[in-house]
């Protein structure tokens, strides 16, 4: 059974080697890929289950334990991720399937996504540093496709700026990684967070660990966002939708990883550092966020308000606040994919995305204006949506913590959040209609599927929150008590 977990990175990338051979039969390919994607979705969803009955899943590769071989390590927070992004990634699918010109298609589009889902997958799957940098690189190497195909001028400007960040946070990635191994001897997650806690984390370990997070900073948006907006408004719409709902989840996943299992033991420094690089993330996107006028940029923004968030709840680290976050950062790729989803729709229909320039649309899209509003009240936190959940229970951890300061922080961002959405509502679906008669019959309704889809999963996560918290407390436990994940790892491969 402990094989179940290497099957939503295995099947991805066997699909996407196998797509490459059916170039021209674009129809094939979807349903491939779609089939393909739906198969993940269904094995991650079952080891969610097989995870509460038993536990942690660990699968030994090649035969080697930990803390010499590679493991693929299945905990609630791994499978839980797992099962987001795949079904995150369908419905990005589903956008793009009617979305995509015939030039993205016929270039491996379809290739490339799946091998970027194996990837973002096996970072969340991984037992060991080295092997996350590698899912890293396939995912990034994915990504460096996606973000050129079409190849417009504007894509080939920021994907050298996309490309050179994540060299640079790749090479410190190897530097971090070296040195922390000259220290403690060892990759293995599980076996680092035994070493370091033997050793204590003293000065050394403690600069390591700022290294890791500024590496993660830059690949999560975390204070150093500077590429981050206009990277992703320069993808075709489903993609970005893709990028904002995954890439930096990913960044946002390995800062909870390594900081609740490997480096948690000097917390005035590193927990307080990332609260406040949080904070500063927080101020800086909800000013990006308002000051904008084009959707892209907007949303973008608002990508980099939410990583500041989901890590302000981490660095508090109270059993709460840990809980507040996991359940925000799933809701958050719900609703990063529901509103990059309406919002490309919405691009789409007008042909730009200068919000001066448009208005009037609710009177022939009222179905896509309504889903969209859903996913501005989703990202403002509005009850009952899964959102305010997350965000009641990072506050209130961090308000019993007494972190007063960034909780307002988070409160009036959240405020300039809800501005900045709104924003593009009013402008793009209320006013004069000023559309030709093109732009009326023009399709946007792609979106509709996956966008009604999104809202019923957003607005489920608010209704049931209280059975979705028993699979996010399994989760925290693990977080909040390293052991378990430890021992999970290193006694039942090696009794």
């Not at 936190?381 to 990072?394: A, D, N």
């Not at 793009?428 to 999104?454: C, K, R, V």
Request: glycine fraction near 10%; charged fraction near 10%; charge should be neutral.
């Amino acid at each position: 059974m402990s094989n179940i977990v290497i099957y939503p990175i295995l099947i991805p990338l066997l699909m996407a080697m196998v797509l490459v051979f059916f170039r021209e039969n674009i129809k094939l390919q979807q349903w491939l890929t779609g089939i393909s994607v739906l198969v993940v979705i269904a094995i991650s969803a079952f080891t969610v289950y097989h995870v509460s009955e038993q536990g942690i899943v660990v699968l030994e590769l090649g035969g080697w334990s930990a803390p010499y071989g590679i493991v693929l390590v299945g905990d609630m927070l791994a499978v839980l991720l797992v099962t987001v992004a795949s079904f995150v990634t369908l419905m990005c699918l589903l956008f793009g399937f009617n979305s995509f010109e015939m030039g993205h298609k016929r270039h491996f589009v379809y290739p490339m996504i799946l091998v970027l889902l194996s990837g973002v997958n096996g970072s969340f799957l991984t037992g060991d540093l080295f092997n996350l940098f590698v899912f890293f690189e396939v995912m990034l190497i994915a990504s460096y496709v996606l973000i050129v195909l079409g190849g417009k001028k504007i894509q080939l400007r920021e994907s050298i700026k996309y490309v050179l960040i994540n060299v640079i946070s790749s090479t410190l990635f190897v530097i971090a990684t070296g040195y922390l191994y000259s220290v403690t001897g060892t990759l293995n997650m599980a076996h680092l967070s035994e070493r370091v806690a033997m050793a204590g984390q003293d000065g050394l370990l403690t600069a390591i660990s700022f290294l890791f997070l500024t590496v993660f900073g830059l690949k999560s948006g975390l204070l150093l966002f500077f590429w981050l907006p206009g990277s992703y408004s320069a993808p075709p719409a489903p993609i970005a939708a893709l990028f904002a709902a995954l890439l930096t989840k990913v960044g946002v996943y390995t800062v909870i990883r390594v900081f609740t299992l490997i480096f948690y033991h000097d917390k005035e420094f590193t927990h307080t550092a990332m609260m406040w690089m949080a904070a500063i993330t927080m101020i800086l996107g909800a000013l990006g966020a308002v000051s904008q006028w084009e959707i892209k940029k907007i949303l973008s923004y608002n990508v980099i308000v939410s990583v500041g968030f989901i890590l302000f709840g981490v660095s508090i680290a109270t059993d709460q606040s840990l809980s507040g976050s996991l359940f925000y950062l799933i809701h958050d790729m719900l609703s990063k994919a529901l509103i990059f989803i309406t919002g490309g729709a919405i691009i789409s229909i007008f042909g730009t995305d200068k919000l001066k320039e448009f208005s009037g649309l609710i009177l022939f899209r009222p179905l896509l204006g309504w889903l969209f509003f859903i996913g501005v009240l989703a990202l403002a936190g509005v009850p009952p949506l899964g959102g305010f959940v997350g965000k009641v229970m990072i506050l209130k951890g961090a308000v019993s913590a007494g972190e007063l300061i960034v909780s307002i922080i988070g409160l009036l961002t959240s405020l300039l959040v809800l501005y900045s959405v709104m924003k593009i509502f009013i402008h793009s679906f209320w006013g004069e209609t000023l559309m030709s008669e093109g732009q009326e019959y023009s399709t946007g309704t792609n979106a509709l599927l996956p966008g009604t889809i999104l809202v019923i999963c957003i607005a489920g996560m608010g209704i049931g929150a209280e059975w979705i918290m028993t699979f996010i407390s399994q989760a925290t436990e693990v977080m909040v008590n390293p052991s378990i994940y430890i021992e999970a790892v290193l006694q039942q491969i090696s009794p």
